[in-house]
C-alpha cells in the first residue's frame, strides 16, 4: 500500500492577514515619530502588528523597512525634488517646499516635523550609511532648486546676481529649521509665518514681481 504523502508544511513568517501597505504606513509614523535609531524592532512589529520573520521577508531587515518608508514619505503628494523640476518658477518651488513643509511638519494625524530630519539624528556608526542616504535626499532637493534658481536667473526670471547656491541652500536650512521648531511644539501659524517671511527675502524678478 502506498504510503499518504503528509501535506506541504505551511511557511511560517508573513501570516496570510498581512497588509504590506497598511504595515508600511504605520512604520512611517513610528520612524517620523523616534527616527531610525531609536525605533527598535520590537516597536515596529508591536505597531505593524507582524512578526519579526515578517519583516525579514517583506522588507529584508529594519534599513529596507526604513528606505520603504521613507520612500512613501517623499511619494506624498509628489518627491519633492520632483516637485521642483516641474515648478513653473523657482520662486514657487520655494514656496511650495517652504509652505507645504508647514502644513506636513503640524499634521493632525502625523509626527510633528520632518521624518528625514528626525531619523538624521544620533545616529550610530553602524547606520552612517543610513544617515549619507538621507543627507543625499537633502541635497538632492536643494540641487534641484539650485538648478531651478539658475534656469530662472538665464530667463530673466530673477536678477542676473542671483547666488543660486546660497538661496538655495538657505531656503532647504529654514526647512529644516522649521523641523525643529515643529517637534518643539511650534503651531502651524507659526510655521506657516516663518515660510512666508523666508520667501519674502527672495529677490524680485527684473519686472518687479516675485
Known amino acids: 500500500m502506498k504510503k499518504a504523502t503528509p501535506p506541504p508544511r505551511r511557511k511560517t ?9 497598511a504595515a508600511l504606513e504605520k512604520a512611517m509614523h513610528l520612524f517620523w515619530r523616534h527616527g531610525y535609531e531609536a525605533t527598535s524592532l520590537t516597536e515596529l512589529t508591536r505597531a505593524m502588528g507582524v512578526t519579526p520573520p515578517s519583516i525579514y521577508a ?3 531587515d529594519k534599513k ?19 516637485m521642483v523640476a516641474h515648478a513653473e518658477s523657482a520662486t ?26 528626525s531619523s538624521a539624528i544620533a545616529v550610530s556608526a553602524e547606520a552612517d550609511d543610513v544617515r549619507r542616504e538621507l543627507a543625499e535626499i537633502r541635497q538632492g532637493v536643494e540641487a534641484a532648486l539650485r538648478d531651478k534658481i539658475i534656469a530662472d536667473v538665464a530667463g530673466g526670471l530673477l536678477p542676473a546676481d542671483t547666488d543660486a547656491t546660497t538661496l538655495a541652500a538657505y531656503t532647504t536650512s529654514v526647512i ?11 503651531t502651524r501659524d507659526k510655521l506657516v509665518a516663518i515660510a512666508r517671511l523666508a520667501l ?6 527684473p519686472a518687479g514681481t516675485s
Do not use: H, I, K
Request: glycine residues 10%.
Open 92 to 117: 514657487a518651488a520655494a514656496r511650495f517646499l517652504l509652505e507645504g513643509a508647514a502644513m506636513a511638519f503640524t499634521g493632525e494625524t502625523t509626527p510633528p516635523g520632518c521624518l528625514l530630519a
Open 64 to 82: 529596507g523597512l526604513f528606505r520603504e518608508a521613507v520612500a512613501l514619505y517623499l511619494a506624498r503628494p509628489l518627491p519633492p525634488a520632483e
Open 13 to 21: 513568517g508573513r501570516p496570510l492577514s498581512f497588509d504590506r501597505n
Open 58 to 60: 517583506a522588507y529584508g
Open 176 to 186: 529644516q529649521g522649521l523641523s525643529t521648531l515643529a517637534r518643539d511644539g511650534a
Open 200 to 205: 519674502s527675502t527672495w529677490p524680485l524678478s
